[in-house]
């Protein structure tokens, strides 16, 4: 239990090396490989039959061709690369639907048929209904528009009720909204609230996550619920440790055991029946928020089952472009939804402004492939994943290698490992400089320009500062490889090793 508490700065990092800026020539129709090339640096880039762009890297030296070391990226909790069939659908809208989805000709017409496909494609991957689904910018956005709705909604509310009954609408009325979050969101949730908060508009409550299991405990959510509490939201998967907030179960588990293992189903039950009395007793409804964003395209995710009201989707997660949606459950009708923009009318005026059709056109693939292809996809990366730390047991030995996305009891992600290789001078910042083919971060991407403390998140789960400020966060992809695992494992091993002998030294 908590009172209303302001969430410390996240301070983790991701290490981003330097990348050339460079201009790609796609590869001729049928040929199997191009070059990528700045001046006189080409790097010469092979398509995989899967349609993988895979770099064989070569430096331009008077005429003659060296290899230069390729690189494994194992960063796909940060963003993943689009699938091959979602550039072609990008592609093939661009060219086909450059129409405005608003207009009447055939080629307005055809824009708007893509738009609809789409809309259905992210409705199935959430069942949901296709008049749930609302096209965002991305996951920030959706998130701010569940928090600005909430705000809207209780100031709807106190207006609505300001004659209603019962001493508990007094307490309310007058009053600032209250939020409640936990203490491990992404910041799109965590900074609008402590925005709020800054500004005298809302209260915050943030959860901290049980140090046991990783996970917010729901009695401390429930317990942290007052007469003036508008919104919950709650992440579906974290970001950092892979911990799963809701039934996503690695072994077999029995039904009378389901409840304990999905924090955000019961929560949502449990809130289902305190709005009943609440709305008897003139109190605004409080509404419950998920962000999905990690762990669609990683295990499934039904809207219906969760109870939620809200759900975040963002596309850059799952082989989709950057753009997002929003499920909200009956929007404008058994949930509200507030627009924060004004102009056309797109989205059914909930987010107006005419239709990106080609990014649009590839969030619907993106997600028709995970309706087809999900438990392939989970099946395969929880093995690499498995097979990944099983090595780093095997090259840093147990009593080094500290997992710190393993909880016991707790379900995590199918693609996601924390660890930290104990010892002093091995931050995990300095690990992955003297890497020469890792790429990986060290916690959540947009702290990449963070100084070097340790990732709150992990602090926060209890993982201890010394561990923690050693950690790396590798998350693996649809295309990782066992080969790949033994690359990264044995830069991994030279890094460690050199930053050692230099210490000694």
């Excluded at 911990?243 to 588990?253: A, G, K, N, R, Y």
């Excluded at 055991?257 to 709305?279: A, T």
């Excluded at 507030?338 to 990106?356: A, D």
Aim: aromatic share 6%; charged share 25%; proline share 5%.
């Amino acid at each position: 239990m908590t009172g209303v508490a302001r969430a410390s700065g996240l301070t983790c990092g991701s290490f981003c090396p330097p990348l050339r800026l460079a201009r790609i020539r796609p590869p001729s129709v049928g040929g199997a490989d191009f070059c990528r090339m700045e001046g006189d640096q080409v790097e010469k880039m092979m398509l995989t039959k899967d349609g993988r762009k895979t770099a064989v890297d070569k430096e331009c030296d008077g005429g003659e061709y060296k290899s230069v070391e390729s690189k494994v990226y194992m960063d796909y909790n940060a963003t993943t690369p689009m699938a091959p069939e979602v550039i072609q659908t990008v592609t093939k809208a661009m060219h086909e639907a450059w129409g405005n989805p608003s207009s009447s000709y055939t080629a307005g017409r055809k824009a708007k048929e893509i738009i609809n496909e789409a809309r259905e494609s992210l409705a199935r991957m959430v069942v949901g209904r296709p008049q749930d689904i609302i096209f965002t910018s991305g996951g920030t956005e959706a998130n701010n528009l569940v928090i600005h709705t909430a705000l809207r909604h209780f100031r709807e509310s106190q207006v609505l009720g300001q004659d209603g009954p019962g001493e508990d609408h007094k307490r309310a009325a007058g009053t600032t909204p209250h939020f409640i979050t936990s203490n491990v969101e992404h910041d799109s949730v965590r900074l609008p609230l402590e925005h709020l908060v800054k500004e005298h508009m809302a209260e915050a409550t943030f959860v901290p996550v049980s140090k046991i299991t990783g996970q917010v405990e729901v009695d401390d959510v429930i317990a942290a619920i007052c007469p003036t509490t508008c919104l919950v939201s709650i992440m579906l998967a974290n970001n950092e440790t892979g911990v799963i907030m809701c039934e996503e179960f690695e072994t077999p588990v029995t039904w009378d055991s389901v409840l304990s293992f999905q924090p955000i189903s019961e929560l949502s039950q449990r809130i289902q029946i305190l709005n009943q009395n609440r709305i008897a007793s003139g109190l605004p409804r409080i509404l419950m928020h998920t962000d999905a964003a990690q762990m669609i395209g990683k295990g499934r995710v039904d809207g219906q089952d969760l109870g939620v009201d809200y759900l975040t989707i963002v596309g850059h997660k799952f082989y989709a472009p950057r753009i997002g949606a929003l499920y909200v459950r009956g929007p404008g009708v058994t949930t509200p939804l507030h627009p924060m923009l004004f102009g056309g009318g797109q989205e059914w005026n909930f987010r107006p402004g005419t239709e990106n059709t080609p990014m649009i056109a590839g969030l619907g693939k993106a997600a028709e492939l995970v309706n087809k292809n999900c438990e392939e996809y989970e099946a395969h990366m929880r093995e690499v994943r498995d097979y990944l730390e099983e090595r780093l047991e095997a090259s840093f030995g147990k009593q080094r290698l500290h997992l710190n996305s393993q909880f016991p009891g707790t379900k995590r992600l199918c693609n996601t490992c924390n660890f930290s290789v104990w010892g002093p001078g091995l931050q995990g910042r300095m690990v992955l400089s003297h890497c020469k083919t890792l790429l990986a971060s060290v916690g959540a991407a947009c702290h990449s320009e963070k100084d070097d403390q340790p990732s709150s998140i992990l602090l926060s789960c209890g993982i201890p500062y010394e561990v923690a400020q050693n950690a790396l966060r590798l998350s693996v992809g649809r295309d990782t490889t066992r080969e790949d695992v033994d690359v990264i494992v044995e830069d991994l091993k030279q890094s460690v090793a050199h930053l050692e002998q230099n210490r000694v030294t």
